[in-house]
């Protein structure tokens, strides 16, 4: 008689079951925390550009519409471009991002 039960290990995609699951949970993370964090901070930006209270509101409706239009964005790209490219160039976007915003020479560029 043989044995029926399946090696887990040998069908998870080539052992990168974890740090997929790990990359979700970061990415859920930061879905969560981005707003919570941009509402906190917004009071204190608005402060400092001498922002009202009608500027500061219109700026958290702008930032929740661009947000939904990039998950439209992304639902469609990943459609057309398949997941894997959509991750990996999102990634690289954001590091080319994160790099001019480290070295820019001034808060203004």
Do not use: E
Not at 26 to 55: C, E, K, Q, R, Y
Not at 100 to 108: C, G, L, T, Y
Request: hydrophobic share 50%.
């Amino acid at each position: 008689m043989t044995d029926a039960r399946i090696d887990v290990r040998k069908t998870d995609g080539g052992g990168h079951g974890r740090s997929v699951r790990l990359m979700l949970v970061v990415g859920l993370s930061l879905g969560i925390l981005g707003p919570t964090l941009h509402n906190f901070t917004l009071a204190g930006a608005g402060t400092d550009l001498g922002m009202g209270n009608g500027a500061r509101a219109l700026a958290q409706v702008l930032v929740v519409c661009a947000s939904l239009a990039g998950l439209f964005l992304a639902g469609r790209a990943v459609d057309v471009y398949g997941t894997r490219r959509v991750v990996v160039g999102s990634l690289l976007g954001s590091c080319v991002g994160g790099a001019v915003v480290v070295s820019a020479p001034n808060v203004w560029l």
